[in-house]
């Protein structure tokens, strides 16, 4: 059966009744198969012109519902875009190896918190160093823990300005000079592997760990860290981004991805979930992939993320505590022109605007009324009877 109306909701309805799950797991998962349904509730609009009556049903707003993500992407985006500096952009990537995976799904905070603690230790280290840098440094790092077929890979992508600032609040560019180079690979790796091993064995010191039970001990255990330490790390840089826009661009795809989209749920039956995804090792070429419906849940939940983690964060001089002063400073000392950022009532205007390309009250139907919220449906109730009646239409207008 086509699947593409509510999609992984579907899934969820169909596959997830005997999912051995997390109780937050279980919890987001009901978000996800309630979204935009009566069962959240909603409200009817009417057009104050023609008399267009819309219903609309609640969203579940949970950061891992693929139809909840719309407007809040559009508002991160324009919040960035409004702080983006007039320099060069680097993307770097920083990949945990295949063997940690088991531990990711166990202490999934533990070890994505020390993933970016390692992945930022190992930018501001050789941004500090005066052979490279020896500037206070920035950067926007987004988590991402998903492979194409859904399988867990844990990973970081980093935007980093070209550039830094100093103690006297100047802007430094890399002594280096070279504008398609940050840093060399080679220091990246060697950083960011020594830095997140030897946390990690502090770490694991602490005796509340929940560990996987094929989790090795004694000498297996020597033999999995030394594997560890002996494996080439994959960190890399791409050249870096060729102004502005690709930047946006870039934030517009990355920023509030979940692990699937609706679009990419093909179809399903009373066994088997298909879907499409993109294999890399063939260049990018679209193919088709069945799984169990149990199977697919599972790897969803693998991505679902603990609660109250944060996914996107930023360091630096763009961290949170001090991110309006710093920037000012910075746009300073690029002879840019001073702008007050945006706060989050106008951010949202914005979005709204890009989202739907007109007013979002205009009324559909007639294109000059204005809708209005003329009756709020509670939670898992029904909508009025006789909603359509012209009777009905004009009761509900009567106020207006």
Known sequence: MPCRSRGLAEVIERFGGELAASAHQRRTLDAIRRCRTAALGGHIDACDSCGHLKISYNSCRNRHCPSC??????????????????????????????????????EPKRMYDLLFKAAWHTLKTLSYDAKWLGAKPAATILLHTWGQNLSLHPHLHCIVPNGGLTTEGNWQYPKRGKANFLYPVKAMQKLFKGYFLQKLKELLTEG?????????????????????????????????????????????????????????????????????????????????????????????????????????????????????????????????????????????????????????????????????????????????????????????????
Not at 82 to 100: I, W
């Open 208 to 400: 509340d760990w929940r560990f996987p039970p094929d989790f090795p001990k004694g000498k297996a255990f020597k033999d999995w860290k030394d594997e560890l330490y002996d494996k080439n790390w994959v960190v890399y840089t791409k050249k870096p981004f060729s102004g502005v826009k690709s930047v946006i661009d870039y934030l517009g795809r990355y920023s509030h991805r979940v692990a699937i989209t609706n679009h990419r749920i093909l179809s399903m039956d009373n066994q088997q979930v298909n879907f499409s995804y993109k294999d890399y090792r063939k260049g990018g070429q679209k193919q088709e992939m069945k799984l169990e419906g149990g199977e697919f849940l599972r790897r969803f939940c693998q991505h679902i993320l603990p609660e109250n983690f944060r996914k996107v964060r930023h360091y630096g001089f763009t961290a949170n505590v001090s991110k309006a002063k710093n920037i000012q400073t910075a746009r300073q000392a690029l002879h840019v022109k001073q702008a007050e950022l945006l706060n989050r009532a106008k951010r949202k205007e914005l979005a709204k605007k890009r989202l739907f390309k007109t007013e979002s009250d205009r009324c559909p139907c007639c294109k000059t009324g204005t809708m209005k919220t003329v009756e709020i449906i509670p939670a898992a109730r029904a909508p009025p009877n006789g909603l359509l009646s012209e009777k009905r239409v004009k009761e509900l207008l009567s106020n207006y």
């Open 69 to 106: 993500q719309g407007l809040n992407k559009e508002m991160w985006i324009i919040q960035q875009v409004d702080q983006l500096l007039p320099v060069a952009h680097f993307h770097v990537v920083f990949t945990l190896p295949h063997e940690l995976n088991s531990l990711c799904m166990y």
